[in-house]
C-alpha cells in the first residue's frame, strides 16, 4: 500500500502536489504549518477546506511561529515590503519572500510523522522550474535531504521525497490540476491580502499568468481585476 504525508499550504502547486498524492497513493495525511505568514488565516481556511474535500486518513496543523520571531522574510516580518513584480522574468537574486531553510524544517517535521505512522512517501508541492528562485526548491536540495532521512532516521531510506510538480511550468501545474479534477477555488496564491488576492504580488502575477496561458479560468477574486482565460 502506498502510504504519504502531504504538506499542504493551501497554495495552488500544493493543492496539485495533494491531488497527485490523492491519485496516486491509497492513504494520504495532510501536514500543515502555521508561521506566522502574512496571509496564514487565509491558508489555514484553504487547508481546512482541502481537507474537507479530499477526507485524508489525518490531517495536523503545527504551529512554527518561530519563523515569524526570527524575521528575515517579507512573509514573516511587515517591515520588510513585499515588492510588486511587473513581470515573471528570470530571478537571480534571492527574493524577500524567501523563509529561512523554511522547506528543511517542514520536512522535517514531516519525517518525524512518517516515522511513526509508518509511512514511505512525503510529498512536497516545490516548484524550481518557474518559480522565485528560493534555494530549498532544487532538485539538489531534495536529494540532499534524502540523504539527511537515512542517515539520520530510523527509517533510513523507507522514506522518499515526492516532488510532482518540481519540474513543470506554472501552466503546466493548472493544467494538471485541471486533469485531476483539483478544486483550485479553495486554493490561495497571494502572498499580501488575506480575502482578495492583490493580483500584483510575485505569487498572483506567476498565477495569473500560468492560468490564462493554461486557458483556464482562475476561479479566486483578484482586487480590480478582471479574470479571463
Known amino acids: 500500500m ?3 504525508i502531504v504538506l499542504l499550504s493551501g497554495g495552488m502547486d500544493s493543492l496539485v502536489c495533494a491531488a497527485s498524492a490523492v491519485a496516486e497513493c491509497e492513504e494520504v495525511y495532510f501536514l500543515h504549518f502555521n508561521y506566522g505568514q502574512r496571509t496564514q488565516e487565509k491558508e489555514l481556511s484553504c487547508f481546512k ?3 474537507q474535500h479530499y477526507k485524508p486518513s489525518q490531517a495536523k496543523v503545527v504551529d ?13 516580518d511587515h517591515s520588510i515590503p513585499v515588492i510588486a513584480k511587473a513581470g515573471t522574468e528570470k ?6 519572500t524567501y523563509v529561512p531553510f523554511r522547506n528543511a524544517m517542514l520536512l522535517c517535521a514531516a ?3 512518517a516515522e511513526v505512522i509508518e509511512v514511505d512517501r512525503i510529498y512536497i508541492g516545490a516548484v524550481e522550474e518557474d518559480s522565485s528562485g528560493y534555494p530549498d526548491c532544487r532538485e539538489l536540495f531534495f536529494t540532499a535531504f534524502e540523504q539527511v532521512i537515512y542517515t ?5 531510506d523507507k522514506i522518499k521525497i515526492v516532488t ?28 499580501i491580502d488575506n480575502n482578495e488576492a492583490c493580483g500584483v504580488c510575485d505569487s498572483c502575477v506567476l498565477r495569473l499568468n500560468a492560468f490564462r496561458a493554461a486557458g483556464i479560468e482562475d476561479p479566486i477574486i483578484y482586487k480590480g481585476i478582471e479574470v479571463d482565460s
Do not use: M, N
Not at 64 to 76: C, M, Q
Not at 152 to 156: D, L, R
Open 152 to 156: 539520520g532516521s530510523k527509517a533510513g
Open 64 to 76: 512554527y511561529h518561530w519563523l515569524k520571531e526570527i524575521g528575515g522574510s517579507a512573509l514573516t
Open 2 to 4: 502506498k502510504r504519504a
Open 164 to 191: 510532482p510538480v518540481l519540474h513543470k511550468s506554472k501552466a503546466e501545474i493548472v493544467r494538471l490540476g485541471a486533469q485531476l479534477k483539483a478544486p483550485f477555488q479553495l486554493s490561495w496564491s497571494c502572498y
Open 91 to 96: 530571478k537571480v537574486d534571492i527574493p524577500q
Open 49 to 51: 477546506a482541502l481537507v
Open 111 to 113: 519525517v518525524a510523522w
